[in-house]
């Protein structure tokens, strides 16, 4: 009988990424009310000192998978040992992070092991032993609850930003076990050629922790300079509306909304967006929201935690002065 | 080159989504249906695809009967055949089931590539055409922004942005593709395209025909609007400085986010 929670570790360059500590503190979290094991995986190569620290988050085993061919995520090499793994150990739940990653493995893994999967999940509960996953619909519209009738493992993908991490425990340690599997070279049918880095030194805006977006209001592209300033002062990433983007002020990567990026910061600082339905949709999640808008009748004010009707040229520098004498303490 | 598109029917991004008193499924009365956006970047891919090396573009839906207005769509935009799998009365179908209906019409076909949306804006699954890739036994690459076409044709290069980086990702042919905004720009049905699209050959199969059952391991028990947020404090103050200082406290001191 399936038995036992899995939380699949994500790194990039031998750096586990933020949301590995998500799903691995979640994972705890969900194995503490089954009353089962939580177990992280690792796919890597030279990953197995750097995995021991998920002990430390609530991982009570860890399984390094260690080959060349794991050190850049293909979806040919990660689904083909994540199977070969679940087929030996049976685990009734499987967390991935809903990042770029997780969503491109978390599918194809369910596919080959036909199973259900549900993406990009804001909260989990147990009900009667059985796991029942929260999802946004039509882009936080609407929310959905889904389960996974007997199909297991269950695999789900947990929003980025939203679950938290535990306080590390250096007390707690973990069986840190050696995968066993095999990779068939001729199936791994796609290679990364190539990774690009953004030099912008900025993070992405799904991971951001703050987000200073800016839309119509913004007027042109070179008026962005203000909210990048202030983003600067707040260690926050840069998005945009539709509006801005379809301008040409933009590119499209920082477009959040239903055609663009869903993103769930602690702050969302929204200047000069009216806030039309798809945009709110896709930072609706957020836990903090500020509109600065000249419009008192922006629909955004509706979703606003606090807003600020003023012409957003004066507020943003003055805020960004404002928040110096905080952020420098 | 043959080249497949495949497209989903969506509600309008407008739309402002009802709960159904079952509590399970939405108010499908007065939705205005579109072709899924990100679609229309697979279709629009398609059909540029053609244009370089020549072949025809096929389009295949899966859905009840209003689904063939969005294939017609996409007969409109240029594609040359359209193939609707009608799942008229079947109900809610999770994407495994979907997949595996597309993947039983595609796996007979002789095809290069297949070009979809990255996810369709209802369910937000991303998953239909991840899973058509694991069905067909084909590599998959998500999230295209720009395809670089190998000389021979056999193979194409990727570039899928993830977080702060861009992965360049090279895929042998066939392949299946997933599109997103920055990749192309969608055109519009023209007016002779639409009356073109109307003499175009769209093939109806049944889920039955493809020896398809709707088996939905994925069930959805509840549906509810979103959290409400709660009415939001409007900053008050003689200046715009007065307003700023104000909205800086309250972020520091209540909000503790800064």
């Known amino acids: 009988m399936a038995q036992g929670v899995w939380a699949i570790a994500e790194q990039r360059d031998g750096e586990f990424r933020k949301i590995t500590y998500e799903v691995v503190s979640e994972g705890r979290r969900l194995a503490d009310t089954l009353g089962q094991q939580l177990t992280a995986v690792v796919l890597g190569s030279g990953m197995k000192d750097k995995a021991s620290e998920l002990a430390q988050y609530g991982a009570d085993k ?3 998978a260690d080959d060349p061919n794991l050190a850049t995520y293909t979806a040919d090499a990660y689904v083909s040992v994540l199977a070969q793994l679940v087929e030996a150990e049976t685990p009734e739940i499987i967390i991935l992070g809903a990042s770029t990653q997780g969503k491109d493995l978390a599918p194809r893994l369910a596919a080959r092991l036909n199973v259900a999967m549900a993406q990009d999940c804001t909260a989990f509960d147990i009900e009667d032993g059985k796991l029942v996953a929260t999802r946004p619909i039509f882009t936080g519209k609407a929310y959905a609850k889904v389960t996974f009738e007997d199909s297991t493992p269950n695999i789900v993908t947990a929003r980025p930003n939203v679950m938290p991490i535990n306080q590390p425990d250096s007390g707690r340690s973990a069986e840190v076990v050696d995968a066993q599997f095999s990779i068939d070279e001729a199936q791994l049918k ?3 050629v190539e990774v690009i880095k953004d030099e912008s030194g900025r993070i992405d805006l799904t991971e951001a922790d703050k987000i200073v977006s800016g839309g119509r209001g913004m007027k042109n592209a070179e008026n962005f300079k203000i909210l990048e300033e202030l983003a600067d002062v707040i260690g926050a990433a840069v998005g945009a509306s539709r509006a801005a983007v379809d301008a040409g002020w933009r590119p499209q990567t920082d477009q959040v909304g239903q055609t663009g990026k869903i993103v769930s910061p602690n702050l969302y600082i929204a200047c000069g967006i009216s806030g039309a339905i798809q945009h709110l949709a896709g930072m609706g999640t957020s836990k903090i929201i500020v509109a600065i808008n000249k419009d008192p009748e922006a629909p955004i004010f509706q979703k606003a935690d606090y807003g600020v009707v003023d012409d957003l040229f004066k507020i943003v520098p003055a805020l960004t002065e404002e928040v110096k004498k905080y952020v420098e303490k | 080159m043959n080249i497949i598109a495949c497209v989903k029917q969506v509600p309008d991004t407008e739309t402002q989504i009802r709960i159904a008193p079952d509590g399970k499924s939405i108010v499908t009365e007065g939705i205005k249906w579109v072709v899924n956006p990100y679609d229309e970047f697979g279709i629009e891919e398609a059909l540029k695809t053609k244009e370089k090396f020549g072949g025809q573009v096929t389009v295949i839906g899966v859905g009840p009967k209003r689904v063939t207005e ?13 193939i609707f799998i009608n799942d008229e009365g079947e109900g809610e179908k999770d994407s495994l089931t979907v997949a595996r209906a597309l993947a039983a ?3 007979d076909m002789d095809y290069d590539i297949i070009f979809t949306g990255q996810r369709g804006i209802d369910d937000d699954m991303a998953m239909i055409n991840v899973a058509l890739a694991e069905f067909l036994g084909i590599p998959h690459v998500t999230l295209a922004i720009k395809l670089e076409w190998a000389d021979d044709q ?14 360049v990702v090279e895929a042998p042919l066939p392949a299946v593709i997933t599109c997103q905004k920055g990749l ?6 023209s007016l002779p395209g639409i009356m073109k699209a109307k003499k175009k050959p769209m093939d109806t199969k049944t889920l039955a025909d493809l020896g398809i059952e709707v088996t939905n391991k994925l069930q959805v028990i509840q549906l509810s609007p979103p959290p409400e947020r709660k009415a939001g404090k409007i900053i008050e103050g003689e200046t715009p400085e007065q307003k700023a200082a104000e ?3 309250l972020l520091h001191e209540e909000a503790k986010v800064i």
């Not at chain 2, 969005?70 to 359209?82: E, F, P």
């Not at chain 2, 056999?154 to 992965?167: L, N, Q």
């Open chain 1, 62 to 64: 860890i399984i390094v």
């Open chain 1, 190 to 192: 796609t290679k990364v």
């Open chain 2, 70 to 82: 969005a294939l017609r769509t996409a007969l409109a935009m240029g594609a040359d055949k359209a």
């Open chain 2, 105 to 107: 019409v595609i796996k």
């Open chain 2, 154 to 167: 056999k193979s194409v290069k990727v570039h899928r942005p993830v977080e702060g980086a861009t992965m």
């Open chain 2, 184 to 189: 192309n720009e969608p055109r519009y049905a």
């Open chain 2, 247 to 249: 909205l800086a406290r």
